[in-house]
Nanobody, 121 residues
Framework: HVQLVESGGGSVQAGGSLRLSCAPSGYYYVSPCMGWFRQAPGKEREGVAAFDTDGTIIYADAVKGRFTISKDDANNTLYLQMDSLKFEDTAMYYC????????????????WGQGTQVTVS
């Protein structure tokens, strides 16, 4: 069973920065398809940033130029550097992992962390 553990969330003032981390616990499924999602109260979950099968990075328009996704393959850790945070970035942030099928990432994402809260005031 794949478990993903997020950390790094917290409360920050608008304009500030946070860095989220996501590391596997227990069995680790190797896949290039990893990403960050978020869900604000009363809203649907949305994609924030993700790696595609060929290493291409996809960002949501709302975070382009402010957030940076990266990963450390040696430690199997996924990161999300969030700069210039805005009130509307307030949400529960989740990391997710999904297998490859052919040359595409399986949708919807198969494995999810429990989430880490980010609050911007």
């Amino acid at each position: 069973h794949v478990q993903l553990v997020e950390s790094g969330g917290g409360s920050v003032q608008a304009g500030g920065s946070l860095r989220l981390s996501c590391a596997p616990s227990g069995y680790y499924y190797v896949s290039p398809c990893m990403g960050w999602f978020r869900q604000a109260p009363g809203k649907e979950r949305e994609g924030v940033a993700a790696f595609d099968t060929d290493g291409t990075i996809i960002y949501a328009d709302a975070v382009k130029g402010r957030f940076t996704i990266s990963k450390d393959d040696a430690n199997n850790t996924l990161y999300l550097q969030m700069d210039s945070l805005k009130f509307e970035d307030t949400a529960m942030y989740y990391c997710a992992l999904t297998p490859m099928e052919g040359s595409t990432c399986v949708r919807p994402y198969k494995f999810w962390g429990q989430g880490t809260q980010v609050t911007v005031s």
